[in-house]
Structure formats: C-alpha cells, structure tokens
C-alpha cells in the first residue's frame, strides 16, 4: 500500500524556472494538502483542496498555485521560482470525514539557486 | 481563530526519563487533539490522538491527557528512548467544516543515551 507519494524527492531550480510537484494518494481520501518546512517554522499549510475541483488558499499562498482534477493528484506548481521558495515541502491526505488521521508523504526537498 | 501554543520549544532528556510536552488551546470548540512525530528526512506521523469526550488515552509508553476547562492536553512520554528523539507536533480540530491540520513550531525531543 503506497499511502501518499511525492516526486521528485530531490530538486535543484534556478531563479525564475518553473517546476511541478506531484502528489498523489492512493486511499481515495477527499482532502489533501500542501505544506513547506522552514528551520524553525513548523509545517505552513499552503493551498488545499476538499474534493475534486475545490481548492483554497492556506497561510503561505503566494507563489504556488494547484489543481485538483481527480481524487487521487494534487499536484503543485511554482510558476516562476525564487531563493525564497527554499524549502522541504510536504503533501498530506485525509478522510473526508475529518477530524481523523492526515497521510503525509515522504516530502520534497527543493533549492533554488 | 484557534490559538494553540507549544511549550517547551526544545527539551532533552535522558534515555529512560519521562518527557512531557504541553499544549494551550483558545477555541472552546476544539473536540479533537492529535500528537504528531516528525523524524528526521521524514513526514509527520500520527502517533496518538484524544477526542474530548474523555480526558486520558494511553497507548504503551505514550500518552495524552485532556483539561477541557483549562484548554490544555499534554503528551507524556514514558521510559524514553534513543528513537524517540523528534519534532512533536501538537493540533486542535473542531467540528462542523473541513479539518486541514495546522501546525505550530513544534517541540524537538533529544533523547540522551
């Protein structure tokens, strides 16, 4: 049983390259998330998605967007990266019905240069 | 919104010591408490949660308590060891809505052996 699974695990982008982070679940979980882990910050949510087709902002938006075409994929995108966008970045899945155990995958680490 | 706050930040210990990590929270609504583990190049895992109809669950040398009119829960760790050595990881959830986990710094356990 894969649970959640990100790719790629390693990335290294230059200043203003675009790149896609994938994530996918295979436990046909209805929401899933994206969070990025700083030194000393915790985990900051930055977009998630309640179903097929609904996504919403999380704390830490602003560079990144996503799509949520199917149960299982939410991948997300950084449109135009920068030194900032430095980061380990998680994907989380849960039941809809809430209130329940989060997934997470083994996480991505990503540089930019 | 929810205010939760994590203390201590850090806490170190030695092997076979007991650990606790405690945790304030502001919305009288809360009704579901997780603990997180996060080791080291890895994701956040779920490792014991309590919901508010009681006030302690335990599972072998963990535990979680729960003082719904002082709005706090605690993990306790007991007999630690060398593996427990993590980020922990504290959240609240709440009824009614989509429950996407939003993290705080955390708390890095250093077991000493």
């Known amino acids: 049983n894969a649970g959640v699974t990100q790719t790629p695990k390693f990335q290294v982008l230059k200043t203003g390259q675009s790149m896609t982070l994938q994530c996918a679940q295979d436990?046909?979980?209805?929401?899933m998330s994206w969070y990025r882990q700083d030194p000393g910050m915790g985990l900051r949510l930055i977009h998630y998605?309640?179903?097929?087709?609904?996504?919403d902002q999380g704390e830490v938006p602003n560079g990144y967007n996503v799509s949520r075409s199917t149960t299982e994929d939410f991948p997300l995108r950084l449109l135009s990266a920068a030194p900032s966008q430095t980061s380990v970045y998680f994907c989380?899945?849960?039941?809809?019905?809430?209130?329940?155990?989060?997934?997470f995958g083994q996480g991505t680490r990503l540089t930019v240069v | 919104g929810e205010n939760v706050e994590q203390h201590p930040s850090t806490l170190s210990v030695q092997e076979g010591d007991s650990a606790v990590i405690k945790c304030t929270y502001s919305?009288?609504?809360?009704?579901?408490f997780p603990w997180y583990k996060q080791e080291l190049g890895k994701g956040p895992q779920l490792i014991i949660d309590?919901?508010?109809?009681?006030g302690e669950k335990k599972d072998q040398r963990i535990a979680v308590t729960l003082n719904k009119t002082a709005k706090h829960f605690s993990l306790h760790i007991t007999e630690t060891q060398p593996e427990d050595s993590a980020v922990y990881f504290c959240?609240?959830?709440?009824?009614?809505?989509?429950?996407?986990?939003?993290f705080g710094r955390g708390t890095s356990l250093i077991v000493h052996p």
């Open positions: 989380a899945s849960s039941p809809r019905t809430g209130h329940t155990e989060a997934f």
């Open positions: 436990m046909n979980h209805e929401y």
């Open positions: 998605s309640v179903g097929a087709g609904i996504t």
């Open positions: 919305d009288s609504a809360s009704n579901y």
């Open positions: 309590i919901r508010s109809n009681v």
């Open positions: 959240l609240t959830g709440k009824p009614g809505g989509s429950y996407i986990p939003t």
